[in-house]
């Protein structure tokens, strides 16, 4: 039996709900700027997610939902420099307070930390939103809390790949074994599965419908005392919110 030594946090859908309200809404920021008509709808956005990274968004978007644009010759550039404005108009919207943490994140973080769990984030998102998240809502020493940030382009291959999650762990120098993730979606969960790890799912609007197969279990939200979860699936051994109890009951569970 391994000890549970590291909590490793995704962060979009996870720690906050950034999705709808964040970075959909800086990505039209970006079109608007760039004098693009391009309109993600919420609705369109959440099938969007399918494929992650922003990069990487805007060319499926360019692909599957509008092959009339005339791609301009540096497509590459073009991209990239659609991608930076939107980096900027979301840290921006972070810096205003726009999007909370989810219910419970905090108090999870505060315990694991007066207990000397180490922490770390694994996310496909830009390293800037993430700073930009935990400065505005856990304040600029948050950022020190995670003795790893893996994010972005760090690694070639994104969520569902594993690769972000190996890339944590062995900077960690931790095994699967060790650790717990938390995730919200499919590719996420693909990620951690595929990485051996054992995963709280939390879901939200856009992820409630995913396949979580192989979760050690599936709640609304991480809850809190007076505001308790509801289970999805899996067992939560008579816990109502997440707590470092809850987690450690879990990884005994999947490990013996
Ligand atoms: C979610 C993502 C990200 C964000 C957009 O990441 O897929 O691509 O939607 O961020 P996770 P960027 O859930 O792994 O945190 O535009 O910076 O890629
Ligand atoms: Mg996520």
Redesign the pocket.
Known sequence: MSNLEALIF?????LAD??RDG?RVA?NLAFQEAGLDWDWSAELYGEL?A???????IRYYLEKYNTEFKKPGNFGDFVAGL?AA??SF?TKLMSEGAIPLRPGVEKLINEARDAGMRLAI?????PE?VTALLTYTLGADSIDWFEVIGA?DIVPA??PAPD?YHFVMEKMNLTPEQCMAF???Y??IRSSVQSRLTTIVTTNGYTAEDDFSGAAIVLDQMGEPDAPFTVQSGDAHGHTYVNLEMVRHLHRAAHG
Do not use: C, M, P, Q
Not at 10 to 14: E, H, K, P, R, W
Not at 122 to 126: G, K, N, Q, S, V
């Open positions: 995704d962060v979009d859908g996870t950034t999705e970075h990505f997610l494929v992650t990274g922003g990069k990487e968004r991608h939107k980096t979301y694994a996310t496909t998102t830009t939103n972005g994104k969520k972000i995730e919200d979606s590719n996420g």
